[in-house]
């Protein structure tokens, strides 16, 4: 009896370490390497998740939100400073119904704002009463109130969680900016429309908002137009479009009236050439590369010198097929002089491409017969792996129709029995029908891959816009 309840004790803990370790691989947030079949059929899709992955094939192939692209590179992708400040406001808040198209409440216009514009100043004289000591927001807020970019009421109550409307998200924008407008009293036009909910008293400030054209880079601008509020994503569209205009296009002022931290505020910039190609045709989650800094930048108060080392990683990959152009997502982890290393921020505000490149006729004819073949090997073997899957799922269901033919027949139930024998012609049927949708599917994509890549060996310029090459130069805006 002892040793039935040790072995049953044993076989509990195996169960809670097998649990224990599932739940954590799904708790990572998964990678994505798409490998795109290019099928006829997009009922082919295939998908299999791993801890640190995410491999796809056939199928449509969906670009995340809250990305941005290179410009000059519209299918090269990097995580926007909008998605990791929705994400901060988020994983704070501890909310489970957090809506990021929802309007903007105060507390997270002030996180938005001090995110966007370093305001770490939380020292204050003054405290608010509805501003717990442990409240999410606490430091945001007061790094917002002591920097001058946003004041609380006269009931000595900040009130947080009461939303914002767009005419005071425009309000507070304008205490930052300077653009020349005419001072009239008339509701301006954005988008050839006139914006609607805006009160007499918010209407320079809106002029000056809209003038500044910081609203073309916010999403939803019908929304814009028509709604009261603005959403989370909207407001960090709008801070962030701001943040990049101070990073050297300089075409909006400052407000001279500004507190000291939004005049002195300058974003990181960091010039760089490639040393190495990536390309959503080729490259693998995982894959390392370098560039060189082209000029002297200063980060977290260290200076780099033109010349140091700058290392990023691939994160995601969707690989080109039908009707689906493929892109690759990139990340710059750090950059570093001797013994002088700093780790890049995620959030990052604008990348663009300065110079594009195309890999020399030489480069690419040698390389032809090698990634060839391996593209058509890898569209033969995914083939070739999901007909062994259909033979065997068809197998089993046809081994249980005749099971079931001799069950139900042996058991006085011949009607059930000829139905079986029915079912089990149909399961013949249509594994046949799948193997022959595999065949023409797997032909097509062979004679895809392989005019795919004679493509690029002539004219490789049509996969630029998701690669990048050695000798490019990047500009990033943190």
């Known amino acids: ?31 994505a390497e798409a490998y795109a079949h290019p099928t006829m059929f997009g009922s082919q899709a295939q998908e299999t998740v791993a801890a640190d992955a995410v491999y796809i094939t056939g199928g449509k192939i969906l670009k995340p939100c809250n990305q941005i692209t290179l410009k000059g590179k519209d299918k090269v992708l990097v995580d926007s400073w909008v998605k990791d400040v929705m994400s901060l406001i988020k994983n704070n808040q501890n909310n489970s119904g957090f809506n990021e198209k929802m309007p903007v409440l105060r507390s997270e216009l002030a996180v938005i704002l001090s995110e ?57 924008i304008a205490q930052l900016i300077e653009v020349p407008i005419d001072r009239s009293l008339i509701v301006p036009d954005f988008n050839g429309k006139e914006l609607k909910y805006i009160p007499r008293w918010a209407i320079t400030p809106t002029k000056e908002v809209v003038a500044s054209k910081l609203l073309n880079e916010v999403p939803n601008p019908d929304k814009v137009n028509n709604d009261e509020y603005l959403s989370k994503e909207q407001v960090a569209y709008l ?44 490259s693998n989650v995982g ?4 560039a060189k800094t082209t000029k002297d930048v200063t980060i977290a108060g260290k200076c780099f010198k033109a010349g140091s080392l700058v290392k990023g990683e691939v994160v995601e990959v969707v690989r080109p097929g039908v ?20 780790c890049f921020p995620k ?11 195309n890999p020399n006729f030489i480069a690419r004819l040698f390389g032809f017969p090698f990634s060839g073949a391996a593209r058509i090997v890898g569209v033969a073997g995914r083939t070739a792996s999901s007909g062994v899957n259909v033979v065997g799922n068809g197998l089993e269901q ?12 042996l058991s006085l139930k011949p009607v059930a029995g000829i139905k079986n024998v029915g079912n089990a012609v149909v399961t013949v049927g249509k594994g046949i029908f799948d193997i022959c949708k595999l065949a023409v599917s797997g032909t097509f994509g062979v004679l895809y891959e392989v005019t795919d890549e004679v493509r690029y060996l002539i004219v490789p310029q049509y996969s630029n816009a998701s690669s990048l090459n050695p000798g490019e130069e990047l500009k990033i805006i943190f």
């Open 398 to 409: 046809f081994g249980d129709n005749l099971s079931n033919v001799f069950v139900d027949t």
């Open 347 to 357: 959030n990052i505000s604008e990348a663009q491409a300065d110079m594009m490149k």
């Open 116 to 172: 966007g514009f370093n305001l770490k100043d939380t020292n204050t004289s003054k405290t608010y009463s509805d501003i717990a000591s442990d409240y999410w927001a606490k430091n945001w807020i007061y790094g917002a109130l002591n920097s001058g970019v946003m004041i609380g009421y006269p009931d000595n109550k900040f009130r947080p969680d009461q939303p914002v409307t767009k005419a005071e998200v425009f309000a507070t």
């Open 287 to 290: 894959d390392k590369f370098s």
């Open 239 to 282: 801070v962030g479009a701001l943040r990049v205009n101070w990073a050297g296009k300089n075409t909006i002022g400052r407000d001279c009236a500004a507190s000291d931290c939004i005049k002195n505020y300058t974003p990181t910039v960091i010039n760089i050439k490639l040393e190495d190609r990536l390309s959503a045709r080729q």
């Open 1 to 31: 009896m002892k040793n039935v309840k040790t072995l049953f004790a044993s076989v509990l803990v195996v169960f809670a370490v097998a649990a224990s370790a599932f739940a954590a691989d799904k708790a990572q947030t998964p990678k």
């Open 323 to 342: 009707n689906n152009p493929g892109y690759i997502k990139v990340k710059f982890i750090k950059i570093k002089d001797g013994d002088n290393c700093v």
